[in-house]
Nanobody, 112 residues
Framework: QVQLVESGGGLVQPGGSLRLSCAAS????????MRWYRQAPGKEREWVASITSTDGNTNYANSVKGRFTISRDNARNTVYLQMNSLKLEDTAVYYC?????WGQGTQVTVSS
């Protein structure tokens, strides 16, 4: 069955960096676009970034553009989210998404 397992979250100071990973299994990873979403406390889940399946084209929410980078390694069935210059407002649970499926999420906390 389809599984998406995120990792790499944690506590980081403002201005710091983290790299999230999402290990996928149960489907042909290279054939699917992948996305990252996040949900902050008391807020709705919001889209963060997307990457297409074959040509690797990327798109970003305005709030993270220039700071976050989504990438994928089709040989490792993994999608990444490199997060730099983190801000307090980036605090959220980050979720990996493939059409119809969600990961369990990984907590990112930005705090001084």
């Amino acid at each position: 069955q389809v599984q998406l397992v995120e990792s790499g979250g944690g506590l980081v100071q403002p201005g710091g960096s983290l790299r999230l990973s999402c290990a996928a299994s149960g489907f042909t990873f290279s054939q699917y676009a992948m996305r990252w979403y996040r949900q902050a406390p008391g807020k709705e889940r919001e889209w963060v970034a997307s990457i297409t399946s074959t040509d690797g084209n990327t798109n970003y929410a305005n709030s993270v553009k220039g700071r976050f980078t989504i990438s994928r390694d089709n040989a490792r069935n993994t999608v990444y989210l490199q997060m730099n210059s983190l801000k307090l407002e980036d605090t959220a649970v980050y979720y990996c998404y493939r059409v119809g499926y969600w990961g369990q999420g990984t907590q990112v906390t930005v705090s001084s």
